[in-house]
């Protein structure tokens, strides 16, 4: 069967593993059609297929209902629309810890008997899906006896008990009503964010500076597979005649240790490696509150290896290749930290935890020189913003919303991005080199956008502080105070208001990251030195290329400021009024149109 005569049908296509799968389908020409719960879930799976690139038609969508006698009765879909569906893929359920059993059952048991049910009433179908796991796969084909059922979700937890059991009744009853099934038993899936469970929350720890110890020893395997292999791999079962009634443990074998993989993304994020390893055993002893752990997870630090052979042969057999092991590992990491591990991932606000960059085209790390960089805003935008001090990249989102084809990046050593203070003229060298015509640049980020400003056609300053009242900081202090700073009390001191609060959450966790008070400490301090805020004036004053200067009316320009701008026939000031040292957090629409009109942008 060619691939435009298939017609798939996914349940969970909302969740991590579905919506590859469904890009996966989408882009080999199948017809795909997606079971949903809500019209925000769908709503969202379609912004996720875009966000990928997908240009093809959007999934046809269902609404489920796993409570109803068919899942998906109830007039959603018009009379005959599922007969022609040639395969069905079971993505659904809750990966959840903490659950009643009541609660998981329902999730990942019911409603795999549910499709069973339903996959048995179509005429066309080739071949049922399901979707298990790694630590649960290949239980026997048989309903759990109500002991058998107390002992497991006992001894497991809710969450892995009831995937267990799933798999069985899965089995047990597609047999029975003779619906072809082949089962898929994966481990933690990686590949991009929206999953933060398990493994991501290790990595989130890190990442914070909050990882006291490496958990296990040498042996300690907690496998990972890459999200698009997964799907590649699960849209070639059902027309492989020889997967009938098989199921496929599909992981990378080449998954470092535990601690060695830590350790590996530890480096990468360029934040101490743990010295202490604690074993296993030990970490099934200590309660929750010292590990951070849920016990539930516990059952997955194993030294077990998995039966991998028949998913490498069906794998060769149609030419699947998985990615390389550790460069998967770390692109992952790169978009767990650069969504701050689900903080970033809603899709209204402009502050950490409310969508920070969501309508700016996307958050990533880049590395222009060679170093590790964060940039939120559209890749390769002409125009590039730098943020001041003590904030971040995120406290611009809004006014980079606004504007529309525009980036801002995190000054190296600063917010999330790597390196460090000695690096950052050649980093803005190599930044502004692929075609940069606008640069704007905050506070110390005006410094660091003057020095590498003669690539672009228009240089904005923004509250140059070399061109403002100085301000004394010890740097000791200072990072003591950043270091401990709540985002109520540094609103206070940069606005007047806590209510900026919520915009400045993302700064201060970066802030509480290892080493970023002490770096932030120093460039503060470095600001107030005489002697560079001469040269940059010096360097202002040999500038020929268009410059626009904005600065709050209660942060005004000192005398030598203005009398320096008005020596330049080029430039022009803009005053926000009421607003201060920090007017993307206060007037961000103001700043956002006196940007767009000094730049020639209606």
């Not at 496998?223 to 199921?247: H, I, K, S, W």
């Not at 030598?560 to 330049?568: H, I, M, Y």
């Amino acid at each position: 069967m060619s691939m435009g005569e298939r017609h798939a049908l996914v349940f969970g296509a909302a969740g991590y593993v579905g919506r590859a799968l469904v890009l996966e389908l989408g882009r080999a020409g199948a017809r795909v059609s997606v079971a949903w719960r809500s019209p925000e879930s769908y709503a969202r799976l379609v912004r996720w297929l875009a966000g990928q690139g997908y240009d093809g038609p959007a999934p046809a969508g269902v609404r489920v209902d796993f409570a109803a006698p068919s899942p998906l009765e109830g007039g959603e879909w018009e009379d005959g629309g599922w007969e022609d569906v040639t395969e069905v893929y079971n993505c659904a359920g809750a990966y959840r810890f903490g659950m009643t059993e009541e609660e998981a059952r329902r999730a990942n048991v019911d409603s795999a008997r549910a499709i069973v049910a339903f996959a048995a009433r179509l005429p066309r179908l080739r071949r049922l899906v399901h979707v298990s796991g790694y630590r649960v796969g290949g239980q026997d084909p048989a309903a759990w006896s109500e002991e058998r059922r107390r002992a497991a979700y006992r001894e497991l937890g809710a969450y892995e008990a009831s995937k267990a059991e799933a798999d069985a009744v899965l089995q047990a009853e597609a047999d029975e009503l003779g619906v072809p099934w082949s089962i898929v038993n994966p481990s933690s899936v990686i590949g991009g964010p929206g999953q933060y469970l398990g493994l991501a929350a290790s990595l989130r720890e890190l990442w914070r500076g909050g990882m006291a110890a490496l958990p296990g020893s040498g042996r300690t395997f907690v496998p990972v597979v890459e999200a698009g292999y997964l799907a590649r791999f699960m849209a070639v079962l059902p027309e492989d005649p020889g997967t009938v009634r098989q199921a496929y443990w599909v992981l990378d074998d080449r998954t470092p240790a535990l601690p060695d993989l830590l350790t590996l993304v530890a480096r990468h994020y360029q934040v101490p490696v743990p010295r202490l390893r604690v074993p296993v055993p030990l970490i099934r002893r200590l309660p929750a509150r010292v590990t951070r752990t849920d016990p539930e997870t516990l059952t997955f630090l194993s030294e077990e290896r998995y039966p991998t052979g028949p998913a490498a042969a069906l794998a060769a057999r149609h030419g699947l290749t998985p990615p390389g092991t550790v460069a998967a590992i770390l692109s992952w990491a790169d978009q767990l930290a650069a969504h701050r591990f689900g903080e970033a991932d809603t899709e209204t606000g402009a502050g950490a935890g409310t969508g920070a960059g969501a309508g700016t085209g996307g958050r990533r790390f880049t590395a222009p020189g060679g170093v590790r960089t964060f940039e939120l805003g559209p890749a390769g935008a002409p125009a590039v913003v730098l943020p001041g001090l003590p904030v971040n990249a995120d406290t611009w989102a809004a006014v980079a919303a606004s504007l529309g084809d525009v980036r801002v990046a995190d000054l190296p050593g600063l917010g999330m991005s790597g390196g460090g203070r000695a690096g950052w003229g050649s980093w803005a060298a190599a930044l502004v080199a692929g075609g940069v015509r606008h640069l704007v640049g905050h506070s110390i980020g005006a410094a660091v956008a003057l020095e590498a400003a003669a690539g672009a056609g228009l240089l904005t300053l923004v509250s140059p502080f070399f061109l403002q009242a100085r301000t004394a900081s010890w740097a000791p202090a200072t990072r003591l105070y950043l270091g401990r700073v709540t985002a109520e009390a540094l609103a206070r001191r940069l606005t007047g208001d806590a209510g900026h609060a919520g915009a400045l959450q993302s700064s201060v966790a970066d802030l509480r990251r290892p080493g970023v008070a002490a770096r932030t400490a120093r460039a503060l301090a470095e600001a107030g030195s005489p002697r560079w805020r001469a040269a940059l004036r010096e360097r202002l004053r040999r500038h020929e290329g268009r410059l626009h200067v904005v600065v709050g009316e209660h942060d005004p320009l000192t005398p030598e400021g203005r009398e320096l701008l008005a020596a330049l026939p080029r430039a022009r000031v803009t005053v926000i009024a009421g607003a201060g040292h920090h007017p993307q957090l206060t007037h961000p629409e103001e700043v956002a149109r006196a940007i767009r009109d000094a730049a020639g942008k209606s």
